[in-house]
């Protein structure tokens, strides 16, 4: 007797089938990573050029030992601000819409901006990055809004180009503040008679960041969709209540007002509204952002640090290159860094899955600061910068490509832990402001620790690499509270 045919049931397993990824909607996705970009070239374009304007403003009074406590200074006020506010933001966002908060972002980043390159005083910097900070809270809301367009067949390769953004301003940044400061200077033959860029020698490359955040701010007033399915703030709503309220009663007027009116109060689940923020302080959430955190907090400490020590005199220890070649070294590895995310970071996540792509980049950054003491080495015992020198910074940028990597994972970590999609917002403001304090610490403790290093000469002058060193294997060991599979 033949056995009885099932035509209904699967050819293969369930396990066997693989499951078809969902297209992610590309045009709203390529201007979120678009917004994305403004960032990065906001904050990376000052980093090749910042030890020279803290020298030209004469604050440190010719002591190259205090550099460092002022550059880490400036570079860490954006992230202090940013960390009293992005919380505040990312809630607001989950009850008015995601898109006002990302203008209101955009016009603070194009305004500072412009503020910082027209400076001529410390505190006139100081200022200008307060503000740069304290109106940007779009780095967590465009996290939500990435969230809010895939699913879990497809945010990998959603995340996997979210670092993009980043690498490019990593790219571009620097080659604009690298090459663009001091015009006047630098191309005599162009600039050298513009009384203006002699007087604000750094607005040049201040200006075209500020001027990219203000084109932002018309593609997303124009092209960017609401995420939010029922924001509690609407002006056509509103506008069209008023409209109708004004107008004389009728019956059937009286029914559209009833209806606008049912429209804007109109009762939502509690399962689809953001959850009290109590509720955001759970296990998942806590353990996904403590580590965006530590690994924000050891790749700020090596972004910041790195260009001081490019631009540090030989006799000290350091290099001694100057802004150009500065801004050329970290576009390559800016550009380095975007290649490795858009071919394997996809590919590696689905094998590896989301703890070992995390653990790998996170574990890269122990050589990375050794390469710090070694080089110290090489240059005083030859007494310039050697062959073997430049081997050592290339390793350098090698190992700090996998950095970008964990920021895909851990983005993913996030999403996963938010209590429901309605609470999105709230929980990346929470991830974010704890990556802030962390970003707002890092710079000035690392470049203070730096210019504390040789001025007193603490452990040989490597004091802060041992510290750095001890801050990498803490973030490992967070690393392993990491499920190996994400919450659900």
Request: with cysteine; net charge positive.
């Amino acid at each position: 007797m033949s056995p009885q045919v099932d035509e209904e049931t699967p050819l293969l397993p369930a396990q066997q089938r693989k499951t078809q990824r969902t297209p992610l909607p590309w045009f709203q996705f390529t201007i979120v990573l678009f917004l994305q970009f403004a960032e990065p070239l906001t904050s990376q374009v000052i980093y090749p050029f910042s030890p020279q304007l803290v020298r030209d403003i004469g604050i440190t009074r010719g002591d190259e030992t205090k550099v460092g406590y002022y550059v880490g200074l400036l570079q860490s006020l954006f992230f202090l601000t940013q960390a009293m506010t992005v919380l505040h933001w990312s809630r607001i966002s989950d009850k008015v819409g995601r898109r006002p908060v990302i203008l209101t972002g955009l016009f603070g980043l194009s305004v500072s901006m412009y503020c910082f390159g027209l400076s001529r005083t410390f505190w006139g910097l100081v200022l200008s990055r307060c503000l740069n900070g304290a109106l940007n809270g779009n780095i967590g809301v465009i996290k939500s809004i990435l969230a809010e367009m895939t699913d879990a067949t497809n945010i990998a390769q959603a995340y996997a180009y979210m670092p993009v953004a980043w690498s490019i301003g990593g790219v571009l940044g620097p080659m604009i503040g690298g090459a663009l400061a001091r015009p006047a200077d630098q191309f005599p033959d162009i600039f050298g008679h513009n009384e203006f860029l002699k007087k604000y020698p750094y607005f040049l490359p201040c200006a075209v960041p500020a001027t990219f955040s203000a084109i932002a701010w018309l593609v997303t007033y124009l092209f960017l969709k609401e995420t939010v399915q029922s924001p509690t703030f609407s002006l056509p709503r509103l506008f069209r209540w008023r409209k109708q309220t004004n107008a004389v009663k009728s019956p059937s007027a009286d029914a559209a007002t009833d209806s606008t009116i049912n429209d804007l109060t109109i009762d939502i689940p509690d399962s689809a509204k953001p959850v009290p923020f109590r509720k955001l302080l759970n296990r998942r959430v806590l353990v996904a952002a403590g580590n965006y955190a530590s690994l924000s907090l050891v790749d700020i400490m090596f972004r910041a640090i790195q260009p001081l020590y490019f631009s540090t005199p030989v006799e000290l220890g350091g290099l001694g290159l100057p802004p150009a070649t500065i801004g050329n070294l970290l576009s390559i590895s800016g550009l380095l860094n975007g290649i490795l995310q858009i071919f394997f970071f996809a590919r590696l996540h689905d094998n590896w899955g989301s703890k070992k792509t995390f653990t790998l980049g996170v574990a890269s950054t122990l050589p990375i600061f050794a390469c710090f003491p070694i080089m110290t080495y090489l240059v005083k015992a030859n007494g310039y910068v050697t062959p073997l020198t430049w081997v050592f910074v290339a390793l350098q940028i090698i190992f700090s490509l996998s950095i970008s990597l964990s920021y895909g994972s851990i983005f993913i970590y996030i999403a996963a832990a938010s209590p429901n999609r309605a609470s999105l917002g709230a929980t990346n403001g929470l991830s974010q402001m704890s990556v802030s304090v962390c970003r707002a610490i890092g710079p000035a403790a690392s470049n203070s620790l730096f210019s504390l290093s040789l001025r007193y000469h603490y452990l040989g002058g490597f004091m802060v690499y041992y510290v750095l060193l001890s801050i990498a294997a803490l973030s490992l060991v967070a690393a392993s509270m990491l499920p190996g599979q994400l919450w659900t």
